[in-house]
């Protein structure tokens, strides 16, 4: 062979390399999914979606490994990404972060290393650190039980609401609540406490909104978990004059009362469901599957949650 | 706390005195920090909310103190031994969860929810006095400090709980809920069963702390172990009943606490433990063992719960504040109550 067929075999095998490199990271998408370990309900379901997706992707794709690392807290959540990054070596990646500011760095080094980055629901504090940002829409989900009471009261009554923990999401919700609430002079928003998206403190936040207000037409809950602990309270106080128990987020029970029409009160509720995390690992490793990216946000919608459409957000399965 | 706790020098000056023109009432003024606390609180309560003095309202608190409270009578008698234990409010967890499993199971199982619900009680008492043997033959028998152990368990009952209520939450059925209802919800003699039995435990702790051998033997461990020893108490066999006299108390508590809510999720009994040990420090209780009392561990664990209650009933303070008003308290109180040992 003459030096210079060679030269162009050894071009052509270069060339064959080359073009085979992209294509070949296209193909095989080994994800990793960081998420906070299931300590309530939500993360509960946050877990469960997460898993659900891993067992359908995976059989869907079979170049397509998934890995699910669940932490504790947010320095734990950093480890792990270490871990995903140098061991498991991913290249894509889904994370929920257990705090934006503390896991900015950690996942700005993961995509430093190549990897695609997916944030969810929780963002970082520097948007340079992810690819895309796939979350739930906070500003609906305090906006549409605003607009629910509000159109229910007939523009008139006394509203009482629970907080989550004091974080900027729970403000986000909060201020599109009283935006709406500032449209309609005649409603009076009575108190807003915290009761830390907990069962129990909301129990004992309504006891005590009961025992301070005569006149309550409506409590939002803001949780479907806290408005199990408000039900009952109302229950204990044996009060008749709260038309509307509005939760959030569309937990199972929640919507199975709503499906069945089982309790007055309950009327309604507002999606926020912890399937985004599935949509996002979907959304994800379809995009990389194929070489293609996410757009730079995706908002996945609140809606109203009623009698007509209940059964679209029904999942039994579901811990949550 | 305060230095002079712990230097002999002051001790015999405090005796001094006490022995000449002061006589004990000092030492009395001393014990009624969270009383006084507590009185001025409730003044403060009533004067922003006319609401504060009724009679449902104090229902209400008292109510809600209960299963703290209950807690507190034990977690009283370990650390007067010189112990601790950080494990209660993921024990109460667990607990809750196991039992509402077991009563959902027995109902139908069974044939007669009644009786499934009277095994429900029965079990998570029993529970609660399995842990707390664990515990005590672990930091005894096994030599672990009882904060360590404690720790170790912490982790271990909320972990189980969250996996046996696969992260979401563990919900009575419906039928067995209404019936177990009654336990926290009736009253007798307008006192809601809660209080009841709130009060008759904080009474039998007061009884063994007091006027029993081995309440004695739990203060001498505490105040000097190896004083204690040479005394011939059975050291270890009194440490492992204080944890599991605590571990009854967390059954106890959490029995009351199912019908509440009828659910359990890993949310359940979060921080608990540091309110007991808050309710019992407060009370009067050295963190380092030796003396204590049940009436204060009741008054603080009373002290605790009406905080927030006020909190909840104005809204004068900015709601960023409210974990703050609380730390305010606690600290004002125990400076109140510093002198004593």
New interface residues.
């Given amino acids: 062979m003459t030096s210079f067929t060679r030269r162009i075999a050894l071009t052509a095998v270069a060339a064959t390399a080359l073009a085979s490199l992209p294509a070949l990271a296209a193909e095989k998408v080994n994800l990793g999914v960081s998420i906070p370990?299931?300590?309530?309900?939500f993360?509960?379901?946050i877990?469960?979606w997460a898993n659900q997706a891993k067992k359908d992707l995976e059989k869907q794709h079979k170049d397509l490994k998934i890995t699910i690392k669940t932490a504790a807290n947010a320095p734990e959540q950093a480890n792990q990404l270490q871990d995903l990054s140098t061991v498991t070596k991913i290249n894509a990646l889904v994370v929920f972060p257990f705090e934006s500011a503390a896991l900015t760095k950690p996942v700005a080094q993961v995509k430093a290393k190549g990897a695609y980055v997916t944030v969810v629901d929780r963002g970082l504090t520097d948007t340079s650190a992810q690819d895309a940002y796939v979350a739930g829409d906070n500003t609906a989900f305090g906006r549409i039980p605003a607009e629910y009471i509000a159109k229910q009261l007939g523009g008139k009554g006394n509203v009482v609401a629970l907080?989550g923990i004091?974080t900027t999401l729970d403000n986000e919700r909060m201020d599109a609540f009283n935006a709406v609430l500032k449209n309609h002079p005649d409603i009076k928003l009575l108190?807003?406490?915290?009761a830390n998206?907990?069962?129990?403190d909301a129990?004992?936040?309504t006891?005590?909104?009961l025992?301070?207000f005569k006149q309550i037409d409506a409590i939002w809950a803001a949780d479907d978990?806290m408005a199990?602990?408000v039900l009952?309270a109302i229950e204990?106080a044996k009060r008749d004059d709260i038309k509307i128990v509005f939760g959030g987020a569309g937990a199972k029970?929640m919507v199975k009362t709503i499906m069945d029409g089982k309790d007055k009160r309950i009327g309604a509720d507002v999606s926020y469901s912890p399937k985004f995390i599935y949509d996002a690992i979907k959304l994800t490793a379809e995009a990389r599957l194929k070489g293609e990216k996410l757009p730079a946000t995706t908002i996945i919608p609140s809606v109203l949650i009623t009698k007509e459409n209940a059964k679209d957000f029904y999942h039994p399965n579901?811990?949550? | 706390m305060p230095p002079e706790q712990q230097t002999p020098m002051p001790q015999p000056e405090a005796a001094q005195h006490r022995s000449e023109s002061k006589p004990r009432w000092t030492e009395h003024l001393h014990g009624l920090g969270p009383v006084i606390g507590l009185v001025l609180l409730c003044i403060g309560g009533t004067l922003l909310n006319s609401d504060f003095a009724t009679v449902d309202n104090a229902m209400n608190v008292l109510t809600r103190t209960a299963f703290i409270g209950i807690i507190a009578v034990g977690m009283c008698f370990v650390i007067i031994s010189g112990g601790i234990d950080l494990s209660v409010g993921s024990m109460a967890a667990l607990i809750a969860g196991s039992v509402i499993m077991f009563i959902n199971w027995a109902g139908p199982a069974s044939g007669s929810p009644l009786m499934a619900v009277v095994m429900g009680a029965v079990l998570a008492v029993v529970l609660g006095a399995l842990f707390g043997l664990a515990h005590g033959l672990l930091i005894t028998k096994g030599r672990i400090e009882p904060f360590i152990v404690t720790l170790g368990t912490l982790g271990i009952f909320r972990a189980y709980l969250t996996y046996f209520a696969d992260g979401g939450a563990l919900t009575l059925d419906n039928d067995l809920s209404d019936l177990y209802a009654p336990v926290y919800y009736a009253s007798l003699a307008g006192i809601p069963v809660p209080v009841w039995v709130f009060v008759i435990v904080a009474i039998i702790g007061g009884v063994i702390l007091n006027r029993t051998a081995y309440g004695r033997y739990v203060q001498a461990i505490g105040s000097n172990e190896q004083v204690a020893r040479y005394a011939a108490v059975d050291v270890d066999r009194v440490k492992i009943l204080t944890y599991v006299l605590l571990g009854v108390c967390v059954g106890i508590a959490t029995l009351l606490y199912v019908p509440r809510l009828g659910s359990a999720s890993p949310t359940t009994g979060l921080l608990w433990e540091l309110e007991a040990i808050a309710a019992v420090i407060v009370g009067g209780t050295a963190l380092k063992g030796g003396a204590g009392s049940i009436t204060g561990t009741v008054v603080g664990a009373i002290l605790l719960s009406v905080i927030s209650n006020i909190l909840n009933l104005t809204s004068i303070i900015s709601v960023y504040l409210n974990a703050a008003v609380q730390g305010f308290v606690i600290i004002i109180v125990a400076f109140l109550q510093r002198g004593r040992r």
């Fill in positions: 370990a299931a300590t309530h309900s993360m509960g379901g877990n469960y907080r004091a108190d807003a406490k915290y998206w907990n069962r129990d129990f004992k936040v006891q005590d909104y025992t301070r978990d199990v602990g009952k204990q029970g579901s811990p949550f």
